[in-house]
C-alpha cells in the first residue's frame, strides 16, 4: 500500500471514531405487526459506514416520578399487548415507527426510557439543519390534529430542541392513542442531524415531563389499550441478525429471555432508578459500591457510565487507552507516601485529603463538583479543583489495593499507571480487538444476584473496509455526591439482559436474554 493511500485509509478510521464519539444516542424503531396478540416493535440492522456511526450517542434525558398504580404480574400472559419491533443501528442505537395524525404520518422515534416527552419535527422546522433529512409532522394533514402552541424545551446529553405543544391521535403498534399531547420540533441541536431516527418517545414517568404533558405510556394504560400495566425490552446484539430486537407494551415475550427475573425495586422518585451493590472485575471487588450505589436503566443511553474512579479500574485491566494527567500524577508523586501512612494509621479515608490541605471541608466528597463540570477542553478537571479530586480518587484506589496486603512500591505503581488511564468524558477509550478474548468479565450486583457482562458484551467493533476498531463500552459519568454515586445502565447492559419495567409496581426485572 503506497504511503498516500495508508494515509488516507488512517484518515478514514479517525473520521469514523471522531463521529462515534460526537454522537450516541440509543433508539428503538418501531413498526407494527401483531400475530399473536401483542404489541411489537422490531429493529433491523444497518450497514456500517462513515455516515452510520453518527447517530451513535449517549443521551441523558429528563425522568420522573410514575403515578400509575396497580397490580401487574408480569408472568401471566395478558390478552391485550402491543409489541413493537425495533431496528438496531450500530449495536446502539434501537429505534421504531410510529404515526401521528390521520391519516398516520410516520416517524422513526427512539424509546427512551429515561425521558417522558414525544417529540418529532415540525413543517415549521425552516431554520435548523437537523430537522432536513428527517420527516417532519403536517398538522393541516391530520383530521384529529387540536393546536395548543404552548413553547418548550427539551434537554437531552446529546443536545436540546425547541418547538411548541399539539395534540394529535398517535399509533403504536397495532393500537392508537387518542389525543395525545407531543412536541413539534422546530429547532434541533446539530447532534440530532445525523441520527438515524426523526424523534423521541419517551418512556419515564409523567413528573419529570416537560410541561408535565402525560406521556404515552400513560395513556395507553389509561386508555385501557393495555392489560397489564408493564412494557419489557428485548435488544439483539447479534449482528448477524436481521432484527434488531423488540419492545413489548403491556406484557412480555416468552421467547427471548431464560429463567426467571430478578425483580427490584425503583429506589426513588423520578427515574427508572434502582440501587447495584458491587461491581466486580472478573470475581475481585472494586470497593467501590459496597455500600449501595445508584443505576438508571435507561434505553436512551448506548454504553454503560459510571464514576470515573470505577471507569478508570475497569478500563485498566482490560487495556482501555486513556489521557495522562499530570495533575493526578503529581498528588500521587507528592503526597502518596504521606496518604499511604495515613491510611495505615487509621484516619477514614474521606477526611485524609482534608487533612493534607488538598480539600476543603466543604469540597470534600460530600460537595465535590462533577467532573463533567469541570472539564477542559482535554476532558480533564481545572486547576481549582483538580488536586481535590485526585486526592480522592488516589485515597480510593490506595485503600483498595492496601485492603490486599500489597506492598507499598508496588501500590504507588499502580495508582501512578491510573493516572495514565483516565477515560476522557469527552471521548470514547481504544482497546487492542485481540485482546477481547482474554479480556475478564465485568459483574453488577443487583438484587443480592451477579449479573456479568462478557467482554464481547461490554465492548463495540466499528468495521469499516478491512479495518477493525474497538471501544470499551464503559464512559465516565460523574454526578454530584446528592445524587451519586450513579451509573447508567445503557444499552450495553440490555442488550445482555431482558429487561421488565413494572409500572404497576414500580419495580425493574432482569433476566438473561436469548
Not at 485 to 494: E, S, V
Request: aromatic share 12%; with cysteine.
Amino acid at each position: 500500500m503506497s504511503f498516500s493511500l495508508r494515509a488516507l485509509v488512517n484518515m478514514g478510521m479517525k473520521l469514523l471514531v471522531v463521529v462515534i464519539c460526537l454522537l450516541d444516542l440509543a433508539c428503538i424503531f418501531a413498526f407494527g405487526n401483531c400475530t399473536d396478540g401483542l404489541v411489537r416493535i422490531g429493529l433491523k440492522r444497518w450497514n456500517l459506514d462513515h455516515n452510520s456511526i453518527n447517530a451513535a450517542r449517549i443521551t441523558r434525558g429528563e425522568v420522573i416520578y410514575s403515578i400509575v398504580k396497580g397490580d401487574t404480574n408480569p408472568n401471566i400472559d395478558c390478552l391485550k399487548d402491543d409489541v413493537v419491533y425495533l431496528r438496531d443501528y450500530l449495536g446502539t442505537q434501537f429505534y421504531g415507527e410510529i404515526g401521528i395524525g390521520s391519516p398516520p404520518q410516520q416517524f422513526t422515534v427512539a424509546f427512551d426510557t429515561g425521558s417522558s416527552n414525544l417529540w418529532v419535527p415540525s413543517s415549521k422546522c425552516h431554520f435548523s439543519i437537523a430537522c432536513y433529512g428527517h420527516s417532519k409532522y403536517r398538522a393541516r394533514m391530520s383530521s384529529t390534529f387540536t393546536k395548543i402552541g404552548v413553547p418548550c424545551k427539551i434537554r437531552y446529553g446529546s443536545g436540546s430542541i425547541y418547538g411548541f405543544f399539539s395534540q394529535d391521535n398517535v399509533r403504536v403498534g397495532d393500537v392508537v392513542i387518542k389525543d395525545q399531547v407531543f412536541s413539534e420540533a422546530t429547532w434541533e441541536g446539530l447532534r440530532f442531524l445525523l441520527a438515524q431516527f426523526d424523534g423521541i418517545l419517551g418512556l419515564g414517568f409523567q413528573d419529570m415531563a416537560v410541561g408535565k404533558v402525560k406521556p404515552v405510556w400513560y395513556n395507553m394504560v389509561q386508555q385501557g389499550l393495555v392489560t397489564q400495566q408493564v412494557f419489557s425490552i428485548w435488544l439483539n446484539r447479534n449482528p448477524k441478525s436481521e432484527v434488531g430486537g423488540e419492545i413489548v407494551f403491556g406484557g412480555v415475550d416468552w421467547r427471548h429471555f431464560s429463567g426467571d427475573h430478578t425483580f427490584v425495586p425503583i429506589a426513588q422518585s423520578g427515574y427508572w432508578q434502582i440501587e447495584v451493590g458491587d461491581i466486580l472485575i472478573a470475581s475481585n471487588s472494586t470497593g467501590f459500591c459496597g455500600d449501595g450505589c445508584a443505576a438508571i436503566v435507561d434505553s436512551g443511553s448506548s454504553f454503560i457510565g459510571g464514576p470515573t474512579t470505577m471507569i478508570a479500574q475497569i478500563n485498566h485491566v482490560i487495556g482501555a487507552e486513556g489521557v495522562v494527567s499530570w495533575e493526578c500524577k503529581k498528588v500521587v508523586s507528592k503526597y502518596g507516601d504521606l496518604i499511604w501512612e495515613l491510611l495505615i494509621s487509621g484516619l477514614q479515608p474521606r477526611k485524609v485529603c482534608v487533612d493534607i490541605g488538598l480539600c476543603l471541608y466543604n469540597q470534600s466528597s460530600a460537595a465535590i463538583e462533577t467532573m463533567v463540570d469541570i472539564t477542559n477542553s482535554q476532558g480533564l478537571p481545572d486547576d481549582g479543583s483538580a488536586l481535590c479530586n485526585f486526592c480522592e480518587m488516589t485515597v480510593f484506589w490506595l485503600q483498595v489495593e492496601f485492603k490486599k496486603q500489597r506492598a507499598k512500591e508496588r501500590v504507588l505503581r499502580y495508582v501512578n499507571e491510573m493516572c495514565e488511564r483516565l477515560p476522557n468524558p469527552r471521548r470514547k477509550s481504544f482497546i487492542n480487538c485481540d485482546n477481547i478474548a482474554n479480556m475478564p468479565y465485568v459483574s453488577f450486583l443487583i438484587g443480592n444476584k451477579s449479573f456479568p457482562l462478557s467482554p464481547e458484551q461490554y465492548t463495540i467493533k466499528v468495521v469499516e473496509g478491512s479495518s477493525t476498531i474497538c471501544l470499551s463500552g464503559f464512559v465516565a459519568l460523574d454526578v454530584p455526591p446528592t445524587i451519586g454515586p450513579l451509573w447508567i445502565l445503557g444499552d450495553l447492559f440490555l442488550g445482555a439482559y431482558h429487561t421488565i419495567f413494572d409500572f404497576g409496581n414500580l419495580k425493574v426485572g432482569f433476566a438473561k436474554s436469548t
